[in-house]
């Protein structure tokens, strides 16, 4: 099975589906099957206490696993491709733990949790809460897309009286958590307020903003996160840690009527008291748990997880304070751990019991503030990111929790996480300062180990003894330094295919199968659309400015100054846009005297334009945008901005013409 790719950035959201010329993968290596032998024998595979949390309180399983497309398109969500993972023996090219955790992850339908406390999992890569109030429903998050919001919902209506919805809560800015808002609710009940919005402060930015900048190079990025190009199966995608995987179908986003300011509020709806704890710059900038007092129902959001979460996620966002993150863990220990009966999150199974309760959480607080202060303590002896993550191992108290364990973050990348978030890329060797680029440095390095040949042949030797990590970076630098070089390309493929055997980071095993893939069979074309619509009335003029100005070519503005009004009717809002010294700026709230050209038009027009749905032009034959002054500068400035290709190289050079 392909399943097509949608990611968690504001750009690519909504994938085409891909195609490529199949390879058979290898099976596992000796050095392989006894690296995950290893694995098994060290954790207690056989505790069944997580399978039991997972099934506990299960209603109705989702009819099929199949959440069905529209007519005649394949399924947005379909859990038949995982069969294979219905056994307790792990195959040999899956780490034992991670298959431990594909198989957890696979739990899916309606449960209850307690009393008027309900959770959908496993339609999506996250969860649905259902709190049924007095007259009506209390829902938190929504699933990715809007036919599994929808899917989830109906099928709590299938074994729940029909009530509706009258509170949807945003625990965070994430938009598998927001994503799947029309699937719940319509727009128009929130504008009137029939329906409660609530979010933590920040939302609406972060939840546009995080990924627009930078958003074409992370949804490339995304794919070797979630593994969405890989075929599923026991050579392929097996699970994405935090749950099974990405859901397709269309993305909504329905702005809050309604903000959590304060540390912490407490708001009743439809007769259940709410406890909102403000959470912001943990696992998002902006985020919110909360606890139910009626129930003594805990929600940590994705704070806490049966997963080592990130600090650094490898599809590119701000690194996150894990200092911060553990903090917020332990107030939430001290201010609800003696009455919660239950804790909860928007990812995988509760844990019941308080006892079991408050040792969860203890184990997730520490396991942040581990990995932070031992990786500055060692930041301070000097080591480097790379000789931090060599080092840096959980102690056996937290090693040994499987909710500790890495299946979406890992020790290793988050202890460099920690090093860039305290002094960034640079290591302090002057030597690291100014590098030649990969292809260069690539190209000298294999001419000084005695050429391409030489190295293979060595290489193949490493590759032989088990020495994969060595022989994945080898086969790289021959590849940057030749990309032609088919002895390389295979070789290196095989490297990264041992390495994504052995991984525990389903996120790991993702990009190494990934890379494998690509390195046999060629880059995968995708058709992305550039910009969700839905997601794009959300972002503010001011952000959208910006991101024009990152995709200003240089080359072709140098030595021109144009300088552009804007006046938004709706909303009200004028700005003085400046191309100078081959740099874009603008600023709010005025109108240069000394404009080349001024433009007024309403958001929409903007909108349309900017999704190329509508021309400047054609806007303007049909009266929507009004133009003073020169029109030609404005068509001059805008044959400036480059179209980013979602389809740019990751494991050899980049091809593409960079003016």
């Known amino acids: ?240 840690g935090l749950g099974k995987a990405l859901a397709m179908g269309p993305i909504s986003l329905i702005p809050p009527n309604d903000t959590i300011k304060q540390p912490t509020e407490t708001r009743r709806i439809d007769g259940v008291d709410i406890e909102f704890n403000l959470v912001p710059e943990s696992e998002a900038p902006s985020e919110m748990i909360s606890y139910y007092p009626q129930f003594k129902v805990l929600n940590m959001a994705e704070d806490t997880t049966h997963t080592l979460h990130n600090l650094y996620t490898i599809r590119g966002a701000a690194i996150r304070d894990g200092r911060l993150w553990s903090k917020y863990i332990g107030e939430a220990i001290d201010r609800y751990g003696d009455r919660t009966d239950v804790v909860i999150a928007q990812h995988h199974w509760p844990v019941w019991g308080r006892e079991r309760v408050v040792s969860y959480l203890k184990k997730q607080r520490d396991l942040y503030k581990f990995i932070h202060d031992q990786t500055v303590r060692l930041l301070n002896y000097g080591l480097t990111p790379t000789e931090i993550a060599e080092r840096l191992t959980l102690p056996p108290s937290l090693a040994s929790d499987f909710a500790a364990r890495g299946y979406y973050g890992s020790v290793s990348h988050n202890a460099k996480a920690v090093y860039q978030f305290y002094l960034g890329w640079y290591d302090g060797n002057p030597a690291d300062l100014n590098p030649l680029p990969r292809a260069e440095e690539a190209k000298k390095e294999i001419d000084y180990m005695g050429g391409a040949t030489a190295v293979l042949a060595r290489a193949r030797d490493d590759y032989k003894a088990g020495q994969y990590r060595w022989v994945a970076t080898i086969a790289s630098k021959l590849v940057f330094a030749d990309p032609s070089n088919k002895e390389a390309r295979a070789l290196g493929a095989d490297a990264l295919e041992q390495l994504g055997y052995q991984a525990e980071a389903a996120t790991w095993r993702n990009a190494y199968l990934l890379g494998a893939q690509e390195l046999r069979n060629g880059l995968i074309k995708t058709d992305a659309v550039t910009v969700s619509p839905e997601l794009l009335k959300g972002v503010s003029i001011d952000l959208a400015f910006d991101f024009l100005a990152v995709r200003l070519n240089a080359a072709k503005a140098e030595g021109k100054h144009i300088v552009v009004n804007w006046t938004f009717t709706e909303p009200k809002q004028t700005y003085t846009m400046n191309l100078e010294n081959s740099a874009l700026t603008h600023v709010a709230g005025r ?69």
């Open 1 to 240: 099975m392909i399943r097509r790719s949608v990611c968690l950035t504001v750009l690519a959201l909504l994938a085409q589906p891909l195609s490529f010329a199949a390879a058979q993968p290898n099976d596992a290596e000796p050095a392989t099957r006894a690296a995950n032998e290893a694995v098994a024998k060290a954790l207690p595979l056989a505790d069944r206490a997580d399978f039991e949390d997972a099934q506990r309180g299960l209603i109705a399983p989702l009819p099929d696993g199949i959440v069905a497309g529209g007519a005649g398109a394949p399924p947005v969500w379909n859990l038949k491709p995982y069969d294979f993972l219905n056994g307790d023996q792990s195959a040999a090219t899956v780490n034992p733990s991670l298959w431990r955790q594909a198989r957890l992850n696979l739990a899916n339908g309606l449960f209850q949790v307690s009393d008027r406390v309900y959770q959908v999992r496993g339609l999506d890569i996250a969860n649905v809460t259902i709190v049924e109030g007095d007259t009506g429903l209390i829902v938190t998050d929504t699933t990715l897309t809007v036919p599994t919001a929808k899917a989830a919902l109906d099928l709590y209506y299938q074994h729940r009286p029909k009530k509706p919805v009258v509170a949807l809560i945003y625990t965070h800015s994430h938009v598998d958590h927001f994503g799947g808002a029309r699937g719940l609710i319509t727009p128009e009940d929130a504008a009137s307020g029939k329906v409660k919005v609530i979010a933590p402060e920040g939302f609406m930015e972060h939840a546009v903003a995080e990924n627009v900048i930078a958003g074409n190079a992370m949804s490339r990025r995304a794919q070797f996160q979630f593994g969405a190009p890989l075929p599923v199966g026991d050579k392929g995608q097996v699970d994405a």
């Open 591 to 659: 109108l240069s005297d000394n404009a080349d050209v001024s433009v007024t038009l309403n958001r929409a027009t903007f909108d349309a334009i900017s999704l190329k749905q509508r021309s400047f032009f054609g806007a303007i034959a049909t009266g929507d945008l009004w133009v003073t002054g020169n029109p030609l500068k404005l068509r001059e400035l805008f044959g400036m901005f480059d179209e980013f290709s979602p389809n740019f190289e990751v494991i050899e050079p980049v091809k593409a013409k960079i003016e």
